[in-house]
């Protein structure tokens, strides 16, 4: 057969996606440890939602979106990202003051794919909803904080800044528009177009940006409230602890952001793919989309990126224990240990039908356990032969003991 996965999907298949499965589930446990609860979004909503939420002047909305229409002449964009379907949901639903809500799931957007930049990718984030306190922006930084580390994610710098707001940014503009039409000739064509409809996005351009180190930086025009609530989430994050980097360039690719941006980065990665997650402020988007002034702040991690970034050679353990039988009669009982031994808890499989021991050491090596237990001769004295397939280490202990035993 010649189907391939379209260009710039990928499968994932084990042993690879064990680190995914971890990854995901250290996700799943932050989010809840900090009051996140469970939000499932379409994957797809009327191109308008994104239109306008992620703003009509970005890249994403220009070149990057999966749009069509439905058999019923509807307009649909596959999700190029999460935040404008929650904010839609928190409306839609009527929800008035805080929601704290986490998702999980592809995005797509069309991209030029290279390692780390694909066209169907997979985001986790927060959004923490209703609420204006710089207190939120500091726990939606500390929480994507936490998680990395946890992972152990190398060389990791979380980056922040303050784009402003609706009061300071007009006037910020306007003298970067001045600087920027000095530079004309150091801006890719692009960035002309954008010096006039949104001249923050220069800054964001990959080409142009290590071009402009003289630029101003918004976090100098700051009005007095944009001011007070940067050095807000400043202290915070000290008090929380909290490492980051002021970084003045830092801007966001989303027009609906307002005051803080933040950013994770993994230095080790190549410099063009080294942002593990971001988010900020986005107290502007909820109006975007037809509703009254709602607060909200939030981030997300780009998790094909995480994965490559912590680049584990050696997979965690898929299986706490692989159950090898001996002898065609003892099928049944090893069946049966295996069912106990699963609903005691632990991670446990075996061959559907008898191979040869040999054959069930294999199978048990390549599907990742961390122990075998073989159910032979011993079988008759309620005991089994246990091996630590790290270590080699082997033994004979009572079937009672078994779990403990894996669970060691
Ligand atoms: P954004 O939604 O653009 O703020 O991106 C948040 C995070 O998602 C980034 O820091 C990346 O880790 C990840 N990400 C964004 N676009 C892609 C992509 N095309 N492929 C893989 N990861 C991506």
């Known amino acids: 057969m010649s189907f391939r996965a379209p260009k710039g999907t990928d499968d994932v298949l084990p042993p690879a996606s064990r680190s995914w499965r971890r990854v995901l589930r250290a996700w799943d ?69 805080a929601l704290k809500v986490s998702y999980s799931g592809p995005m797509f957007r069309y991209e030029q794919p ?106 100098d025009f700051l009005c007095e409230p944009c001011a007070v609530h940067y050095e807000e989430v400043k202290e915070r994050l000290e008090a929380l602890d909290v490492p980051y980097r002021e970084t003045p360039r830092l801007v966001r690719g989303l027009d609906y952001y307002t005051r803080t941006a933040f950013e994770y980065v993994a230095t080790s990665l190549e410099t063009a793919q080294n942002a593990v997650g971001g988010g ?65 808890g632990l991670r446990v499989d075996a061959e559907p039908e008898g191979r040869s021991v040999r054959a069930q050491f294999r199978a048990a090596d390549r599907r990742g356990a961390a122990g075998v237990a073989v159910v032979g001769e011993e079988w008759q004295d309620g005991k089994v032969t246990v091996r630590d397939l790290q270590s080699g280490a082997q033994e004979i202990i009572a079937v009672e003991e078994v779990a403990a035993w894996a669970r060691s």
């Open 29 to 97: 446990d932050w989010a809840e440890r900090f009051g996140y609860e469970l939000i499932l979004n379409p994957v797809f909503e009327a191109t308008e939602v994104f239109a306008r939420g992620v703003g009509e002047d970005t890249e994403i909305v220009q070149k990057q979106m999966y749009t069509f229409r439905d058999k019923g002449g509807r307009s649909l964009t596959l999700r190029p990202e999460g935040t404008a379907s929650v904010v839609r949901a928190y409306l839609q639903a009527g929800v008035t003051g």
């Open 114 to 219: 290279q390692a780390g930049r694909r066209r169907q990718f997979y985001q986790v984030g927060v959004e923490y909803v209703g609420v204006a306190a710089a207190a939120a922006d500091a726990e939606v930084i500390e929480v994507g904080y936490r998680f990395l580390v946890d992972l152990r994610m190398p060389n990791l710098e979380v980056q922040v800044n303050s784009i402003g707001d609706p009061v300071c940014r007009p006037a910020y503009l306007e003298l970067l528009r001045d600087y920027l039409d000095q530079q004309r000739d150091r801006l890719c064509e692009e960035s002309l177009r954008r010096l006039e409809s949104n001249p923050l996005r220069v800054l964001d351009c990959r080409v142009c940006a290590p071009r402009l180190e003289g630029a101003p930086s918004p976090v």
């Open 280 to 344: 900020g402020r986005y107290d502007g988007l909820a109006e975007v989309l037809g509703g009254p002034p709602v607060p909200g702040v939030g981030l997300a991690m780009g998790i094909d990126r995480i994965v490559l970034a912590l680049g584990e050679t050696a997979q965690p353990p898929a299986l706490d224990l692989y159950v090898v039988v001996a002898a065609p009669e003892l099928q049944a009982a090893a069946a049966g240990l295996v069912s106990e031994l699963r609903r005691a």
